[in-house]
């Protein structure tokens, strides 16, 4: 029990559980992430740049097994915290409300990609065409990795992250629409691009389940 006459200890402990961990927000904490509180705001940017940095890596390089339990807690925490906001927020703006319905919806596509995206290691030849008005290109390449969902292609081309691209085999013929989700920064001379396709099952023509067993 804390003793009344030494209430110092006590308030100050408050004010620290209470307040942002942001440096000069002093906002009231609405929830946490890895044991940092953050008021609305900062939970809202942090959640952001979190599965931005997670989209970046997974389009990329890929989720590890060493980084896929951060991946899940952090899945859990900000889906649960961020609907948690959303229904008790009465003074929530139309915005913010969009803005956590977001990042529920993207931390939930980043689970579905985590349970359900193996990745293989695969040198398969394709030809890359983007129609952007003005910026047309054609390029003949080859994956480096490919998934269920996409794959990590090599391109020399200026790709511009969220633009769509066709993807066309060379042994099949076959096309299949894609977006690019991530592109290496520019001055590497083997330069790579995260595309993801927008409505096709399995084009690569794989069995996932055996790739899966495989890993
Ligand atoms: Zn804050």
């Keep these: 029990m804390p003793n009344p006459d030494v209430p110092y200890s006590l308030s100050h402990n408050m004010t620290r559980t209470e307040k942002c961990s942001r440096a000069n927000c002093g906002q009231a904490v609405a929830a946490s992430l ?103 290109w054609e390029e003949d390449t080859e994956t480096v990795l490919v998934s269920r969902y996409g794959a990590l292609v090599r391109c020399k081309h200026p790709a511009k992250s969220g633009e769509t691209i066709h993807v066309i085999r060379a042994d099949t013929g076959e096309k299949v629409l894609a977006r690019v989700a991530w592109q290496r920064p520019s001055g590497n001379d083997d330069t790579r691009i995260g595309v993801e396709f927008v409505a096709c099952e399995n084009f690569w023509g794989l069995d996932w389940g055996a790739v899966e067993e495989a890993r």
């Design 34 to 136: 890895d044991g940092e509180a953050f008021c609305r705001e900062h939970f809202i940017s942090t959640c952001y740049t979190r599965l931005d940095q997670y989209e970046e890596i997974r389009t990329g390089p890929g989720l590890s097994a060493t980084n896929t339990d951060s991946v899940r807690r952090f899945i859990h925490e900000c889906t649960r915290s961020a609907d948690e906001i959303e229904h008790a927020g009465l003074d929530l703006d139309n915005l913010d409300r969009a803005k956590l319905l977001h990042i529920i919806l993207s931390a939930s596509e980043l689970g579905r990609h985590l349970r359900r995206s193996p990745r293989k290691v695969a040198t398969i030849a394709v030809r890359l065409s983007s129609e952007r008005l003005g910026g047309a």
